[in-house]
């Protein structure tokens, strides 16, 4: 039932929480109404909806962790099985991963976004400081086609590292700051 047992570190991704705060915030703070509006480098979204996808990645998270609480507790075949028909609707999965941010913005404005994360970031950081070793090496399988981030694999100290490295990733597609 369990992951690889190797010890998290758990002040790099409480260190890693902070800066992508602080690049979140930077980047709501000197977006102007015309910069969220601009298209992105390598997707269909907005710079406003990229974030607001970037904000989704910590959100869902918690979600993640509680199904890996779940199925960790089943046969593994269970989570093998929710896995494989999560891949099976992958079409519509992307459809409505696209769609998501792109009513989100409409609803969640910057100031709302930029506390939004501060608040899933911090109760990132809660749920990991009551974590046991035990905990951190439960895990499920996960959709492999539905995020770039996703193993076959993963366990609650995966789900901790994942918003981040999702985050990073798209950071680099946003276009803010550039200018024409």
Known sequence: MMGDRSALDRQAVL???A???RTFHALLDD????DLARPTNGTR???GQLLWH???????TRVLLGLARLFSRLPRSASK???????????????????GPCGAVKV???RRMGAAFDRIT????????RESEHDLARGMHYPVRWDPFFKDFMTLADLYRYPTRHFDFHHRQLTLGERG
Do not use: K
């Open 15 to 17: 260190d890693e929480y």
């Open 19 to 21: 800066r992508a705060r």
């Open 31 to 34: 977006a102007t109404p015309a």
């Open 45 to 47: 979204w907005t710079n």
């Open 54 to 60: 970037m904000l989704f990645g910590y959100l869902v």
């Open 81 to 99: 099985g929710f896995a494989g028909v999560l891949t099976a609707g992958t079409r519509p999965f992307d459809a409505i991963n696209y769609l």
């Open 108 to 110: 969640f404005g910057p």
């Open 122 to 129: 911090g109760s990132l950081e809660q749920r990991l400081a």
